[in-house]
C-alpha cells in the first residue's frame, strides 16, 4: 500500500507493525479497547500541529431542523436555504418509525459486541465484499487511525440477500435500507425543487438508485483529546442520511469553525455529499465534518449513503446543464461514480476534498 492519501512522507517501518498488527487482530479498536488498554496506542494520535491547531471557539451558529410535514413551499425553502449555506440539517417528522431507528441502533452496537471470533469473519479489506467489518478503511494511508470500527453493508441496487447480513442485526438492517429508499426519494423530491428543477429529475439521474449502510461503533476512548472518531471528510456521494445516537460528538466545519450537531431524539441529520455539490455546480455545499472520541459511550451512528458502491454504471455525471448560465459557469469536469469512488477511497480521510481533484482548472 501507497501513502497516495494525506499521509505525509513514508510510513516507518515500526509504525507499519504496529498497523498490521492491529489490522491482524481483526477485532478493530473495540477489541483494544477490551484488552483493557488504559493509554492510546501510537497510531492513533494526532500529530502535535494538528492538535495545536484545533482550538474550539463556541459559536452562535444552530444546524437548521427541518419538520418535513410542514408547508411544502416552506419544507422546499427550508431545505434550500440549508444545503446552500451549510450543507447539513436535521429532518423531523420524516415518516420512519422510531421503532426502525431504535432497532438499527441495537442492531449496529450489538454487532459490534459480538465475540472477535463471531465478528471477525466478516473483517476484509477487499473492496468488493458487499459486507465487511472492519477498522479505518484508509489506515495504511492516514497520518493516524480513527478511533472508530465500521460494518458496511451495500444495499442497493443489487438486492443483498438477508442471509450474507449476520444474524442478530439483519432484519433490523433491512428493514432500515427499504425506509431509507422510502425517505431517499422524499429528500431528493425536495432538493430537486430546491435546484429550480422537476421534482424528478435527481432521481432521474439515478442519485437515488443505489445505497450503502455504515453502522459505525466509537468505544470509549481512555484519551480522547489526542485522537479522532473520524477525521475531517466530506461525504462521496450525493446525500447522506445519519442516524447518531444520544452521546453526540457530530461536528460541521461552519465558517472556520467547528460547530456541534447535537443529538436530536428520533431526528435524522441530512447533508449533501460530494457528488450532489459537483453535479450543483458548487450551488449546494458539501460540508466538512467530523466526529470526536469521547470518554463516555460506545457511541454508534448509522449512515446511509446514496452512492454507487461496487456497481458497474456508465453514467457520467457533470454539472447540471439547467444550472449554468454566464454567471455561473461551468466548475467540474465529467465523471463516473466508479471514478470518484475510487480516487475518494484512495485519497483516505483527513486531507483536502476529493472534488479538487474533479474542479475546472481556471
Ligand atoms: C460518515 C460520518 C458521522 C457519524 O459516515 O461519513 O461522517 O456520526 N459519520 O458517525
Ligand atoms: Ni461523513
Redesign the pocket.
Known sequence: MSNAGTGGGSISYDRLQQLKSFDESKAGVKGLVDSGISKLPQIFIRPPEELAADHQTPSQFKIPVIDLCGDHAKVVSGVREAVETVGLFQVVNHGVPLKVLEEILRAAREFHELPQEVKGEYYTREKMKKVKYGSNFDLYRTRYANWRDTLFCVMAPDPLLPQELPLLCRDGIMEYSRQMKVLGRILFGLLSEALGLSPEYLESIDCAKGHSI?C?YYPPCPQPELTL??SK?S?PGFL?I?L?DHIG??QVLWQNQWINVPPLHSALIVNIGDMLQLISNDKFKSVE?R?VANHGGPRV?V?CFFTLDNYPSQRIYGPIKELLSQDNPLLYRDTSLQDFNAYYYSKGLGGNSALDHFMLQR
Do not use: E, K, M
Open positions: 455504515l459505525h472518531g473520524t471528510h461525504d447522506t445519519l447518531q460528538g457530530l465534518h466526529v451512528s449512515a
